[in-house]
């Protein structure tokens, strides 16, 4: 758990044990105000350098995310808990979605003529507005991060970066790898700050726009502050993904993948499946499977290469998910496996899995289960899966199972989701637009153009010809 060390500091906590990562500084006022300077100074000269200068970044980018791999992973693993293997893959991922804007990106930023007739030539230009403000989560302390700044950075802005507190340890190597790579310094610039400091300076006139990953509650707060300061904002938020099982899925592959995409991260991503609904001709066989797979999980020290489960990012996070275990348990739901704090230090909770019915009014079918916890549902129908699926007030990701492609894709239709996976757990993809509808957000991420385009100034110019 994050905690205050001092009236000027803060620590990083290993939540596998407790004890302190690191004791950081926050950010004086003339700190802060130097640092914005910085990245508005920088923005300056950055915004007017060719492509090749920024698929050069970007390319720097990923070769010293890999240079400093060991270093980057056991940052992650040791602030907020991450299995060392799937802290090696953030990294990997990272490097991944730098190379692709250094191959992609001066087409997405390439200007698109217009035919406007009666002698006038419009060319629409995307040109970088300034710095980005990102307010950033601990669930993937850098992925969250890189992917954010590879586009906004791309299209020539400069990136400041408030990561949370508990991973401040990640945001100050990230820093060092982008300076490393070749960036100017005010390029990548992140500063140690409040959550209610970071919402103040939405508002500077030096900040053009903001990105946040984080809670809904925060969403509001944030697109609230950003509204009021007339700046382009992109939120990306909570969910509460179905994963939907039609009668005709091939369970061996559905399982497997559920137990992955319920715990993977131990199980604290926003797109992580958490709400597992099953047509109720293969309920029974899929909730048996499942919950055997989830209690054969590996639980251990973060720095074992052979973990597969490690704890949560904080103590608190893990008493308020056990707390929803209980209440639903008192709403009827069974649980399965699992529902355990372990008599241990650190924030450990055992992979759970519970079945709730789904008019049961269950606490885990309703709130977003940040953790270990998986909620099992049975329905009639496909019908009734679709109307379960759309119950929720968040609409991020979904995974849906069938044989039948041409009736995946019909029912796709039907789910409100920003994505949706046949077949497949939902992942974020540097080619794929990332985002969400309803209370996970507003704007995308990735996806070729989509991302790249939401902090740029479409300018058209449009030129006419006197005679």
């Known amino acids: 758990m994050s905690a205050t060390a001092g009236p000027a500091t803060i620590e990083s906590i290993d939540p596998s044990n407790g004890e302190v990562v690191g004791t950081y500084e926050v950010f004086s006022e003339g700190r802060i105000d130097a640092a914005l300077d910085l990245a508005h100074d920088a923005f300056r000269n950055y915004r007017r350098t060719p492509w090749s200068e920024r698929a050069a970044l970007m390319s720097g980018i990923a070769r010293e995310m890999r240079a400093m791999r060991d270093e980057l992973a056991g940052m992650v693993s040791r602030e907020m808990g991450k299995p060392i293997k799937e802290a090696e893959a953030e990294v990997e991922k990272c490097a991944w979605a730098a190379e692709h804007y250094a191959e992609h990106g001066d087409a997405y930023l390439a200007p698109e003529p217009i ?32 992917r954010a700044a590879t586009p906004i950075v791309s299209a020539g802005n400069t990136f400041v970066l408030k990561h949370a507190s508990n991973v401040t340890g990640c945001g100050l190597l990230l820093e060092q790898a982008f300076e490393r790579a070749g960036a100017a310094p005010g390029v990548f610039k992140t500063i ?17 726009g903001v990105t946040l ?39 061996d ?19 992580a499946a958490k709400r ?7 309920a029974e066989e899929f909730e048996g499977r499942f919950a055997e797979a989830a209690e054969g999980l590996r639980r251990g020290a973060p720095s074992d290469p052979e973990t597969q489960l490690g704890p949560m990012a904080r103590e608190d996070l893990r008493d308020e998910l056990a707390g929803i275990v209980r209440a639903s348990e008192a709403a009827g739901a069974r649980v399965l496996t699992g529902g355990v704090c372990p008599d241990e230090p650190g924030a450990w909770y055992e992979p759970t899995v519970v079945s709730a019915a789904a008019s049961s009014g269950a606490p885990v079918m309703r709130e977003e289960t940040f953790g270990p916890v ?16 759309n119950e929720s007030e968040f609409g991020l990701g979904s995974s849906l199972w069938t044989e039948d492609l041409e009736r995946a894709e019909k029912l796709s239709a039907e789910i409100e989701a920003g ?34 385009r939401a902090f740029v100034n479409m300018q058209s110019v449009v030129l006419t010809e006197l005679r």
């Open 276 to 282: 597992f609904i099953v047509v109720e001709a293969v």
């Open 253 to 271: 592959k559905a399982v497997a993948t559920a137990v992955t995409a319920r715990f993977q991260n131990t199980g604290q991503s926003c797109i």
């Open 192 to 208: 140690v700050v409040s959550g209610r400091k970071a919402s103040e300076l939405i508002g500077d006139r030096r900040i053009a």
């Open 213 to 251: 990953t984080g809670s809904d509650a925060a969403g509001v707060a944030v697109g609230e502050a950003a509204g009021r300061a007339i700046k382009p904002v992109v939120l990306e938020l909570g969910g509460s993904d179905p994963f939907i099982v039609l009668r005709d899925a091939n369970l």
């Open 419 to 452: 994505m949706v996976f046949v077949n497949a757990m939902t992942t974020s993809d540097p080619r794929i637009p990332f985002g969400g509808v309803k209370r996970s957000g507003v704007g995308r991420e990735l996806g070729g153009e989509y991302g790249i």
């Open 374 to 389: 998986a909620a099992v549902a049975r329905v009639p129908d496909e019908a009734a899966a679709i109307e379960l699926a």
């Open 115 to 146: 035919d406007a007739g009666e002698g006038r030539r419009v060319v629409v230009h995307k040109r970088p507005l300034g710095p980005v403000l990102a307010i950033m989560p601990w669930n993937y302390p850098l992925w969250q991060a890189v």
